[in-house]
């Protein structure tokens, strides 16, 4: 582990060479972040961050903000980026209000343009957005909008969205990953990281084990043929050090500076990772749907809800579940998929049209998934062929996935939540069951439950019979 008392600046060279170096790095993107700066005190290096992003020294910049106050040491850590930054910059402030109704800012389509249009104001130089997950997908798309640098100060390990091109944007009130831009540098400070509240960090654990059922729901896309972009590579650097996390989880769970700082630094290069693959697949995939579901749900009826990535860690319990529910019926042989369950408006449309009056999230939805229940319906024969031949893909399933336990004992000992019932807010049971029901009807992204769903195996007897199997893992 890194020593935390130096500021290091990474040039990310070493990332770098391995994607270029790899046997499809023809497919690959190139890494867009200049670099990753770390250690107790690298907020207040900013300054030279900034002046080496290009944006030079006496000229405006903007710092983009949420409300929430969050803490540097004794301080408020937008008080000492801005007590850094004046020193050499002329600092103008967009500060990012929760909407009516809402407890914390969504990245909306209104909160997004507003934030460019307030950005553009003051015609900056640079941009730095101060946050977590939600700020930051914002300050990619403002800095994508004015073509400007822009330098992310991390305060919280709590997603692995933050060193990557891609935003999470609610597009008609449903999340969709939508592509924005790398920002050019990171700023990791564990007076602020490992000062976040506790319940932050045990998500960030929670976002981070979503890679293996992730990158198995990637490898399947690719085996049938929908998506043909899976990559070792990128599967690669996502679990990279995540061997020692596991073992720390305990440690983690109490906010110990040091398994706080693996843990921002396993977030970071699984940010790398989906960046590098031009998507969010090696690290989203069923259970990034059911929390996406959860989470639309909230937004859409005005619910508060759990936090992402605690959402995630226990929909990865859900999800590994699954996937041993698919392999054993795979194993049982004589599986076939069946063109009479591939959903079609109908039942997409049953699926949301609670969610809002106007039918525009059900619209949105159907949209996505209408384009994979085509695909579906052109490629039986390819799905039935890899049906056929499982067996020569179970070695690479049982390389990818961990066992429901595995996930849950990690989760279990860094005091996350494993399970449904243990999320803050506890959602509604019939909501749960919703979201895990419908997980695979709002996106077009094949995955375990869609081939659960083809071959029969996803009634509501499954859904409740594996929901039951993830409460007896918390006993
Ligand atoms: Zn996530």
Redesign the pocket.
């Known amino acids: 582990m890194s020593n935390l008392d130096a500021v290091i600046v990474d040039d990310l060279n070493e990332w770098r060479a391995l994607v270029r170096e790899s046997p499809d790095a023809a497919s690959l993107n190139p890494i867009g972040i200049k670099e990753v700066v770390r250690g107790r005190g690298a907020l207040e290096t900013l300054p030279d961050v900034l002046e080496r992003c290009g944006v030079d020294t006496g000229s405006v910049i903007t710092v983009l903000s949420d409300t929430t106050r969050k803490r540097y040491k004794n301080d408020d850590v937008l008080d000492v980026v801005l007590d850094a930054l004046r020193v050499t910059y002329r600092v103008e402030i967009v500060r990012i209000a929760p909407g009516p109704l809402a407890s914390v800012v969504h990245a909306d389509e209104v909160t997004v343009a507003d934030a460019v249009e307030n950005t553009r104001l003051g015609a900056p130089r640079g941009l730095v957005s101060v946050g977590s997950g939600t700020m930051v997908d914002i300050g990619k798309v403002v800095a994508h909008g004015l073509s400007i640098p822009h330098v992310v100060v991390q305060t919280a390990a709590s ?3 933050f060193a990557d091109n891609q935003s999470v944007l609610l597009i008609d009130g449903v999340k969709r990953t939508t592509p924005s831009q790398w920002p050019d540098a990171l700023v990791i400070d564990p007076w602020t990281v490992a000062e976040a509240p506790i319940a932050m960090t045990r998500s960030g654990l929670g ?1 981070q084990l ?1 890679m293996f059922s992730a990158a198995a729901d990637w490898y399947l896309a690719g085996a049938v043929g929908f998506d043909t972009s899976y990559s070792a590579t990128p599967v690669s650097m996502m679990r990279h050090d995540v061997d020692e996390l596991v073992l720390l989880a305990h440690e983690l769970g109490w906010g110990d500076q040091r398994a706080v700082d693996l843990l921002a630094s396993c977030l970071t290069v699984g940010g790398l990772a989906m960046g590098v693959a031009g998507r969010t697949a090696p ?2 995939g069923t259970e ?1 749907l059911v929390s996406h579901l959860l989470e639309m749900h909230g937004d859409a009826l005005g619910v508060s809800t759990a936090s ?2 605690s959402q ?1 860690g226990a929909s990865s319990v859900f999800a590994s579940l699954v996937w041993r529910h698919v392999r054993q019926r795979l194993a049982d042989g004589n599986v076939r998929v069946d063109a009479s369950n591939i959903a079609n408006y109908e039942r997409v449309r049953g699926a949301f049209a609670h969610l809002d009056s106007s039918g525009a999230m059900a619209e949105e939805c159907w949209k996505a998934y209408q384009r994979k229940s085509r695909w579906i319906r052109l490629h039986l024969d390819d799905i039935n062929h890899v049906l056929d031949e499982w067996s020569t893909h179970e070695r690479e399933f049982h390389q990818l996935l961990k066992s429901p336990e595995f996930v849950a004992d990690t989760l279990r000992r860094a005091q996350a939540p494993l399970t449904f019932d243990q999320l803050d807010p506890v959602p509604d049971l019939e909501v749960v069951v919703w979201a895990t029901t419908n997980c695979h009807l709002m996106r077009d992204r094949f995955t375990v439950v869609d081939l659960a769903d083809l071959i029969g195996t996803w009634n509501p007897d499954d859904v409740a019979h594996l929901l039951a199997q993830q409460s007896m893992l918390a006993l």
């Open positions: 997603v692995n969205g976002d979503s690290s989203s990034h992402h990535g995630v």
